[in-house]
């Protein structure tokens, strides 16, 4: 897979991944291959909803059997993409705007997962991997044009950030969340319409 492939889901997709189930298992393909045992097992879950949490997943093109692996009994599977892009513009109607939040809550809830499990195991990682984590905010007064700028910025340093090799001395998957957003309760108002 490419590291910088992305899917953009229309609502029928944004659907299918607003299962916290789904977006977990569509995380773990990202990072290897697995078979739906190996996802039941990591996950928690009876083999039986694994499958059919896949089934939906390919359906939507978000993983793909992976053919080099496996035999008719295992079947192996992979992200079809490395990440996933949701633009709430593209929302029209009152139903594709409701999808569009679940899924956005969805990730709320993987992102919390996430960050709960790194603060759990901190202390267990080698002190340099403890000094490289950071949990930080800042509050900064913008106007909707420059929050965008700023975030667009954010996600470009990211992106061109060079990769380590996946062989080199101390190299592990790193996570970089960005969340932005206008802090609750200053702007939001019952009256406003999608």
């Known amino acids: 897979m490419d590291p910088r492939t992305s899917v953009s889901p229309g609502p029928e997709g944004l659907k299918a991944l607003s299962h916290p189930g789904r977006l977990r298992m569509l995380g773990l393909l990202r ?8 996802l039941a097992t990591r996950l928690g ?26 035999n008719a009994r295992d079947r192996w599977w992979r992200a079809a993409h490395h990440y996933t892009q949701a633009d709430a513009a593209e929302a029209t109607t009152p139903e594709e705007h409701d999808t569009y939040d679940a899924y956005l809550q969805a990730v709320g809830v993987i992102y919390t997962e996430q960050l709960q499990h790194s603060l759990e195991e901190r202390r ?24 965008k700028a700023l975030v667009e910025a954010l996600h470009e340093l990211i992106e061109g950030w060079p990769e ?31």
Not at 45 to 70: C, M, P, W
Not at 175 to 192: H, K, M, Q, S
């Open 31 to 38: 990072e290897r291959p697995a078979t739906a045992t190996m």
């Open 164 to 194: 380590d090799p996946a062989d080199a001395p101390g190299a592990a998957s790193f996570r970089v969340n960005v969340n932005a957003f206008v802090r609750p309760g200053t702007l939001a108002t019952e009256d406003v319409e999608p």
């Open 45 to 70: 879950l009876n083999s039986g909803a694994t499958s059919y949490h896949l089934r939906q997943l390919e359906k939507h093109g978000f993983i793909v059997e992976d053919t080099t692996r496996g």
């Open 124 to 147: 267990t990682l080698p002190a340099a991997w403890q000094d490289a984590g950071n949990l930080s905010d800042w509050s900064l007064h913008l106007t909707p044009e420059r929050a």
